[in-house]
Structures are given as structure tokens and as C-alpha cells.
């Protein structure tokens, strides 16, 4: 009865009646796209954030080293301390962790293959070509390390990737340099001669060229450093030649001297089944035989790159919500005071019929909440139209924000010879989020039904203070 006398009364009353319905319905739209990109992002930095932590890697702590052999700084520090395969397999069988990942890495040299920027070097060096040239690491052999070919960083130009252990890819450019194709096969030797070794150790490793890439990575050499891409082909990418972690580990397993695995580097990854984990498994390294040359650590660093437009997004998110709030109150205040004044005369005539004032005040709550419950249909529908490209334009702000306000950290010596020795010189810094795909759940749903019914009750509560005060014959 008083649902069909409160349509009956916004019927009567249509002009007020639409603009309370597209106030409410803006403020309802406008706190929906917000707060549904504020969850989704928040939802997304927490997933980063369990990511992140969750991945622990082993990496050479290179000042340590340089620290216990006195090696100074600018000179390549030689793995005199080795991360053993079985160690890195025990490792593994811990109950802090739910799988693990190893990449390998090896610098090599052959007779037969030119390298990129090796005609230079010479060169410049004033050096000619020796029969051993062998020996000098021109390559970098890498098992397993595929990152860049899902950023887009390399391309598959030809071919396939490799598949099984003894396949690997070169670049586009190493390959027109040297004449080689699909299904070639190229030897690069790993040398290595530690102090006090009269006989040096050679490790080949024979390769079947299944795919070449085509590659667009960049490094960049600390200032002031002595070796450059100009003066050293291992620091240029284009050199490098990727396979399958099991490739070098097979070749060093197999060969006749047992120092064959100094000469690869082993980076495993574990996957912690929470990041709380973390100092327990450390301890639980160390008991098995972690060597102190080596750190095990969580990339920080990355995690905030990447979620740093997020955290901006999230924070302009709150203070447009807070805002809309306060102003939407304040509107559907003075509306619903004006129209209780503008129905003074209605509102007098119930009165002196003899319908008491709680009737009056309940037909005028049923209004507001059948107003409410349009608003709030049209509310979410239209927030949630827009939230896509609204969460892209205001990502994008906060993208070019962060990276205008960016001061990156130098790499410093130590660390460009770390990423030199360990892997790809380009080590994973973090990328900023440039993108996310925004969807309404049932949490932003009850939020925007408790806005919405919140907004409701302080119209209603202006409403029925008006009506309770009011008396027939009084001035409004």
C-alpha cells in the first residue's frame, strides 16, 4: 500500500523526482568506476606482491668475493666457489617451497664463429688473431632463459626454439655475420685456468642451431667502466646464444674432468609457498652447505617498478570517492529540503485530512527508496561501462607520472660485474604496469549499495524531520 502510494507520489512530483534520479545516479555511477578500479588494482598489487615474495633467488654476493680473494674491483671475479647441481636439487626438497626453476649459464669462445664487434676489438687492441682464439670468451651460453621473448624484447625470426638439449638459437645478426641456417652445427668452448693450475680447463659444448631470433635488448655499462660493447663482444646480446639449462649441465656431466661444472652458472629459482617462509628456508640453506659468497633474495625493487602507477591509481581513487561522497551528500541534502518545502502544501492537506505524520514520513521514505533502487541499477550499469577506459586513461596518467618523477639507481661496478657472471646483463628491474582489466565483484557491489542506501537515509532523515516539525498552517 505505501510502495504503490510512494509511485503514485513520484508520478505527481516528476521534475524533482529527475533530478534527484540523475544526481543520485551520478554520484552512484561515478563512486562505482572508482571504486571498481581501486579493487582491481588493489587486488593486482596484492597478487604482484605474493609473486614477488614468493620467488627466491640464489645470486653471488660479487663484494664478498672480491672480499675473501682480494680481487679489485673492475676485474671479473672467477666462481671459485660453484653452486654444484646436486646441491642445487637438494635444495629443492624442502617443504617451504611448491616448485623450482634453474637457468644456466656459460661464456664460451670458438675458432670458427666470429662475434659481434670481435673484428673491432682486435682492432683497436692491436691485437692478431691467435690459433687458440678459443679460449677468449666471446659468447654467452644461456640454458633456459626465455624472459625477453614474452616481453617482446626477442622474436622468433626463423625456425623453432629449442626443444631438447643440444638445439639452441642465435641472433639474426649472428647468424648473417657468420653464414649460418637452420639445422647447422657450431662448437663453443668454455676456458677456464684458476691460480695455480698448469693445465687449463676446456668444456666443449656442441650445438645444433634449431631457430634464430631476432633481438632488440639494450644494456647499459656503468659510467667510467673500463670494458665496453665496443671493446668486449660478451657484452653485447646479439651474442649471446640460448639453449636449454639441461644442454650445458649434460655437456659438464659429461666430460672427463670433474672441474667441468666451474665453468657454469647455475641460477635457481624456488617458489615459496608463502613469502613468510622465506627466512626459514635461508636457515634451512645454510644448514645444507649455502655457501656466504651467496645471497638468497627477493627483487624488491622489481615489485614496487611495477606496482608503483597502481599504488598512485589506488590513492587518487580514495580522495575522488571521499570527495564525491561529501558533495553528493551535500546536494541530495539541499534537494530533499527543497522539496519537502515545494510539497508543503501536499504535505498540509494529508496532515489536516487526519493522516497522521508517521504515515506521511513512511510514504516519503518508501519514495526515497524506490528512488534509490533505480538510481542504483542506472548507477552501476553506467559505472561499469566506463570503468575500462576510465581505469586506462587515469593508468596511463600515473605511468608517465611515475616515470617522469623516476631517479634510477646507477649500477654500480660490483653489481654490473654480478649481472655479467650470473646472467642476462639486463637482470629483471621491474616494469611498470601499464595496463589492467578491470571487472565488478560482489565486494564493490555491497559497497556501492551501502553508499547508495547511506546517501538515501540522510535525504530521508532531512525528509522526516521536515515533515515531523512541520504544522498545517505554519510557515515552512
Excluded at 109 to 130: K, Q, R
Aim: hydrophobic share 45%.
Amino acid at each position: 500500500m505505501y510502495l504503490l502510494g510512494a509511485l503514485k507520489s513520484i508520478a505527481r512530483n516528476k521534475v524533482r523526482n529527475v533530478i534527484f534520479v540523475l544526481v543520485l545516479t551520478a554520484i552512484v555511477a561515478a563512486a562505482t568506476t572508482a571504486l571498481t578500479i581501486r579493487s582491481t588494482a588493489s587486488s593486482a598489487i596484492a597478487d604482484y606482491r605474493a609473486q614477488g615474495e614468493s620467488q627466491a633467488r640464489i645470486v653471488r654476493d660479487v663484494a664478498a668475493s672480491r672480499a675473501r680473494y682480494n680481487i679489485p674491483h673492475g676485474t671479473p671475479v672467477t666462481p671459485a666457489v660453484i653452486l654444484p647441481p646436486e646441491q642445487v636439487v637438494a635444495f629443492a626438497q624442502s617443504e617451504y617451497l611448491y616448485r623450482y626453476e634453474i637457468t644456466t649459464m656459460m661464456f664460451g669462445g670458438s675458432n670458427d664463429i666470429e662475434a659481434i664487434g670481435e673484428a673491432a676489438l682486435l682492432e683497436t687492441a692491436h691485437l692478431a688473431p691467435l690459433p687458440d682464439i678459443e679460449i677468449m670468451p666471446k659468447f654467452r651460453v644461456l640454458g633456459g632463459v626465455w624472459d625477453e621473448f614474452e616481453t617482446g624484447e626477442r622474436v622468433l625470426f626463423d625456425g623453432r626454439m629449442p626443444q631438447i638439449a643440444g638445439e639452441a638459437m642465435i641472433s639474426q645478426e649472428l647468424a648473417e655475420l657468420n653464414g649460418f641456417v637452420i639445422g647447422d652445427i657450431i662448437t663453443v668452448t668454455a676456458y677456464s685456468r684458476m691460480q695455480n693450475e698448469d693445465v687449463p680447463l676446456l668444456v666443449p659444448v656442441t650445438l645444433t642451431i634449431s631457430g634464430i631470433f631476432y633481438d632488440n635488448t639494450e644494456i647499459e655499462v656503468p659510467a667510467g667502466f673500463a670494458i665496453t660493447i665496443e671493446t668486449n663482444p660478451q657484452l653485447n646480446r646479439k651474442n649471446e646464444i640460448l639453449t636449454t639449462a639441461d644442454t650445458l649441465l649434460d655437456s659438464a656431466a659429461g666430460h672427463p674432468d670433474s672441474r667441468a661444472f666451474r665453468v657454469i652458472t647455475l641460477s635457481p629459482v624456488y617458489y615459496l609457498r608463502t613469502p613468510a617462509h622465506l627466512p626459514y628456508f635461508e636457515a634451512e640453506l645454510r644448514e645444507k652447505g649455502l655457501d656466504d659468497l651467496f645471497l638468497l633474495y627477493t627483487s624488491e625493487t622489481a615489485f614496487n617498478a611495477t606496482v608503483e602507477p597502481l599504488e598512485g591509481l589506488r590513492s587518487v581513487l580514495f580522495t575522488f570517492v571521499i570527495v564525491v561522497l561529501v558533495l553528493g551528500a551535500i546536494i541530495l541534502v539541499i534537494l530533499s529540503s527543497i522539496s519537502i518545502r515545494k510539497r508543503k502544501y501536499e504535505i498540509g492537506t494529508l496532515l489536516a485530512g487526519g493522516i497522521k505524520k508517521g504515515k506521511v514520513a513512511r510514504s516519503s521514505i518508501y519514495e526515497i527508496v524506490v528512488l534509490t533502487a533505480i538510481c542504483l541499477g542506472l548507477g552501476i550499469a553506467a559505472g561499469t561501462m566506463v570503468a575500462q577506459p576510465v581505469a586506462d586513461n587515469l593508468l596511463r596518467q600515473q605511468v608517465e607520472i611515475a616515470e617522469s618523477a623516476a631517479h634510477p639507481v646507477p649500477v654500480g661496478p660490483d653489481e654490473f660485474m654480478r649481472r655479467l657472471v650470473m646472467g642476462p646483463m639486463n637482470a629483471p628491474e621491474g616494469e611498470r604496469l601499464s595496463e589492467i582489466n578491470v571487472s565488478l565483484d560482489v565486494e564493490v557491489v555491497i559497497q556501492i549499495t551501502a553508499i547508495a542506501l547511506l546517501l538515501a537515509f540522510i535525504a530521508g532523515t532531512i525528509a522526516l524531520v521536515n515533515i515531523v516539525r512541520y504544522e498545517p498552517g505554519a510557515p515552512a
